[in-house]
Each structure stands twice: as structure tokens, then as C-alpha cells.
């Protein structure tokens, strides 16, 4: 929080307010995000004496064995002082920020449970490698989650992270932010490199009308061949919107990239940010631009 004569600063990327070093979260001017990031290429990071992550206690030094009983008591009893008044302005800032700035969560609508999270990568983790389809890209960081939500139609097998932006819609499923992988499934029009661009444009029609509320608009952002780690791909990125009622978010941007890897089948790499999340659309060219095949 800010005081009266200390203006909130603007909205962006900021070091992670929790002190977790090399991650950074969105301050949207107001709140922060529910997620983080990892700080890197592509993340524009600022500063502010506002948003500073909390320094470090001090460490208390150890009395010299001047006077038995005297000065080893007097800085014993200092030192339980400074740690007194360092447990009450924790509380009161966890308190502060648990009435009126919830960091770590996005609220979910009335009488919904809060959104759930699913199995967390291998600590250590920087980059998630799909066997299956040929390709490798960059971890998203603190609470993405490995996809564990079964098949899509789209692809013959998935790997990759995601994490809940509303429990329940209207259908009875999850709607999620993701970033997937798997090997084209068939049917949907591949038959060699030639077909990159019509094929992508076939699979944007599936996702559209399997994963999303019906009726939508779409916005064509970005429809370019691309060359993915020396191999030829197609890039189709595109805006989604809907007015159907029920649903925290109104629309969505989603990004499909499909890769020659070589091998029978393309690679398919889908990410889809809902417009609940929108401070991190920047994780779809930070992604797309560091696929590697395998």
C-alpha cells in the first residue's frame, strides 16, 4: 500500500514482492498478479522504493564476554526487542495486504471454490521437453503447473503447463491458461511441408469451436511462416472474444505454432492466455521465439 503523498507506481513487471529471487509479478497499478514469472529476455523489469520486496532481518551478532552478566544481557535483551518489533510489522503488513491488496490470488466469483492446482514440475526445471512431438520451450515458472487434464483432439499426445483461471464455466469445466505441446493428430490436413499454412488454419478453426463459448469473434493478430531452430513452421495468432454469460473472462488471445520436425507427424505448440490474465500475453512471443527441436 501507498500513503497519502506516494502515488502508486504504474502498472508493469516488478520483482516479486514475495523476495523470491529471479521471479518477477505484474503490478496492474492497483493489485498484483496471482502468478509469477521468471525474470529474463522479453520482461521489461522496473524498480520502485514502493514495491521493493521486504530486505532481509539483520543478523544479530553475538555479545562480547565483557562484563559477565552486563552487556551479554543488555544486548540479549536488545536483540529480543528487534525481533518483537520485526514480528509486528510482518503481521501488520500480511494483514494489510490479506484486507486490502490480495497478491497471490485472483478472486473467484461468489460461493466458487478457489481455483485448484495441479502437479508441480521438478524443482530445478527451465525448460519442458515433449519427446513426443520433437520440440522443447521455456518453463513458465511459479504456478504453472504440469498438464495433467487429459487428451486434447488437436494432438495425439500433450505435454506441457497450465494453470486454473476459473474453476467452474458454465458447461461444468475448468477454464485454464495454457501452454501445450504434442504431435498433430490426424485428420486435420497434413501432408508434408506444403501444407503448414492451410493445416494451422484447420486446427485455429478446431480450437475455436472445441474449447471456447459459442458464438465468438475472431481476430487474426499475426499469420506468418516462421523458421523454429532451423526447421520450417507456420505461426497463427489470434484474438477470441464472447459474450456469453457465466465466464470470468470475455475473450482470449491463443497461438498456435506448427513445426516440420521431420518426422510424420508436425509438432503442435498451443498457447491461450484468457483476458483475465491479460498482463501476460507477453509469454506467447517469449515462448514461440525460444522453441528448440530435439
Do not use: K
Not at 523489469?45 to 551479554?72: C, H, I, K, M, N
Amino acid at each position: 500500500m501507498t500513503g497519502p503523498d506516494q502515488p502508486a507506481p504504474p502498472p508493469g513487471w516488478y520483482a516479486d514482492p514475495d523476495g523470491n529471487a529471479g521471479l518477477v509479478r505484474w503490478w496492474s497499478g492497483g493489485s498484483w498478479s496471482d502468478v509469477t514469472a521468471p525474470a529474463g529476455p522479453g520482461v521489461s523489469v522496473q524498480t520502485s522504493p514502493v514495491l521493493a520486496p521486504p530486505a532481509p532481518p539483520p543478523v544479530a551478532l553475538p555479545a562480547e564476554p565483557d562484563e559477565p552478566g552486563g552487556r551479554a544481557r543488555t544486548a540479549w535483551i536488545v536483540g529480543v526487542s528487534m525481533l518483537v518489533l520485526l514480528a509486528v510489522a510482518v503481521a501488520a503488513v500480511l494483514l494489510g495486504r490479506s484486507d486490502a491488496d490480495p497478491v497471490a490470488q485472483t478472486p473467484p466469483p461468489s460461493g466458487a471454490p478457489l481455483p485448484s492446482a495441479g502437479p508441480e514440475f521438478p524443482s530445478g526445471t527451465v525448460r519442458i521437453i515433449d519427446e513426443a512431438s520433437g520440440i522443447s520451450y521455456p518453463y513458465l515458472g511459479e504456478n504453472w503447473y504440469e498438464f495433467d487434464l487429459g487428451m486434447q483432439a488437436e494432438v495425439s499426445a500433450i505435454a506441457g503447463q497450465y494453470f486454473v483461471t476459473q474453476d467452474q464455466t458454465p458447461d461444468g469445466s475448468a477454464f485454464i491458461a495454457q501452454c501445450t505441446s504434442g504431435p498433430l493428430a490426424e485428420g486435420l490436413g497434413w501432408a508434408g511441408p506444403s501444407t503448414l499454412q492451410a493445416t494451422t488454419q484447420v486446427v485455429a478453426d478446431s480450437v475455436r469451436g472445441n474449447y471456447y463459448p459459442l458464438p465468438n469473434e475472431r481476430s487474426v493478430l499475426r499469420e506468418e511462416s516462421r523458421d523454429v531452430d532451423g526447421h520450417a513452421g507456420y505461426l497463427y495468432e489470434f484474438q477470441l472474444s464472447w459474450g456469453a454469460p457465466g465466464y470470468d473472462a470475455s475473450g482470449e488471445r491463443a497461438a498456435l505454432l506448427l513445426v516440420d520436425v521431420g518426422r510424420p507427424a508436425p509438432a503442435l505448440l498451443y498457447i491461450s492466455i484468457p483476458n483475465t490474465h491479460a498482463e501476460l500475453y507477453g509469454v506467447i512471443d517469449r515462448v514461440i521465439d525460444a522453441v528448440d527441436v530435439l
